[in-house]
């Protein structure tokens, strides 16, 4: 490897660390931000925007697209193989500050799922297969008109308006996986969008212009609607479920989702060996698993949160039990104070 290849991969690694570190944080902030705002008006996990007004909130939005903004640049100097795997970096991020700053306690169990689902997404980003990059808006219209994305594209509009539709109302405040699907779905097609935008930014750049492409306003017009709407499922997210479990299950959902989205269009699966398959479904597995242990944590901690505990309280230790005072407290309860 030449002396200005390692330079570049040394600029993209420093970048993705420091990527991680924002959007890491960011999920705090935003959390800090979103209890704020709770305390002053309605929540936003039941459909409230208070946390606009709140400073802290914006201060997290800010941090993630400084974040975004050095992933995005980090992909210009180091390859994907490098890169895409440094994301997991932002759930250890959250965790530790989730841990310090939010008091959040994240089990043993719930470890071991985070850890499951970090070596499960890198496994499959690894492993997946590579994409060969449109030149122009053009050829990534042309990508995504051709029947086997446009399945995919009507698939997950579908799914998405039946969680908002069906499951939002009954199920949102309860199972985290019916916002973070919302997200996740919506943001495999964010990804393509902003794609296409970067591609149409850099050939204009470069001299040849893209502005006066359709296709280029109509992905533009896309990635803020798909953008809009992660953000507001994203936030009540936050706002309804721990920072600690939401973080790992969101970005295992949404690398899943946008590695098969971007396979479909650019027909990357094709020409994949053996060896690369069976590694992309143990990740896919290992991936499952953590996220079963991470919900199976968050049900035990909901479930010891909600068992009223007994406490005896002697007024004289010679008097039998039957004399003793039975206070009943419920945990979650006496936690919140």
Not at 33 to 43: F, Q, Y
Not at 190 to 200: E, F, H, M
Not at 241 to 247: E, G, L, R, Y
Not at 267 to 274: A, F, L, P, R, T
Request: glycine share 6%.
């Amino acid at each position: 490897m030449t002396e200005m290849g390692v330079s570049d991969n040394c600029k993209g690694l420093v970048l993705a660390m420091s990527s991680s570190a924002f959007i890491g944080s960011s999920f705090i902030l935003k959390k800090k931000g979103l209890k704020r705002a709770a305390a002053r008006g309605t929540r936003a996990g039941v459909g409230g925007y208070t946390y606009l007004l709140e400073p802290l909130w914006w201060a997290g939005m800010v941090t993630m697209i400084i974040g975004e903004i050095a992933n995005f640049v980090a992909y210009i100097y180091a390859p994907a193989v490098l890169v895409t795997p440094l994301g997991a970096l932002s759930i250890i991020v959250s965790a530790v500050l989730s841990h310090f700053l939010l008091k959040e306690r994240l089990p043993k169990m719930g470890v071991l799922g985070c850890v499951s689902c970090i070596v499960g997404s890198i496994v499959i980003v690894i492993h997946a297969p590579l994409e060969q990059t449109p030149s122009s808006v053009q050829e990534i219209w042309d990508l995504a008109t051709q029947p086997a994305f446009l399945i995919y594209v009507m698939a997950t509009v579908s799914g998405v308006l039946v969680l908002i539709i069906h499951f939002e109302p009954r199920y949102g405040q309860n199972n985290m996986l019916v916002y973070l699907g919302i997200c996740s779905l919506v943001g495999s097609l964010t990804v393509v969008s902003i794609k296409a935008i970067g591609i149409a930014i850099k050939l204009t750049l470069d001299g040849i212009s893209q502005i006066a492409y359709p296709q280029t306003w109509f992905f533009l017009s896309v990635a803020t609607i798909c953008v809009i709407t992660q953000l507001n499922y994203l936030n009540r997210a936050l706002d309804t479920f721990n920072a600690t479990i939401v973080s790992p299950v969101y970005y295992v959902m949404f690398t899943t989702l946008t590695i098969i989205a971007s396979a479909i269009m650019f027909k990357d699966w094709s020409g994949q060996d053996i060896s690369s398959i069976t590694s992309e479904i143990c990740g896919f597995i290992t991936v499952l698993s953590g996220t079963i242990i991470l919900h199976m944590t968050r049900e035990q901690e909901e479930s010891n949160m909600q068992k009223p505990s007994r406490w005896f309280i002697s007024e004289d230790s010679m008097k039998d039990v039957e004399d003793e005072h039975l206070i009943l407290i419920h945990e979650s309860d006496y936690l919140d104070r």
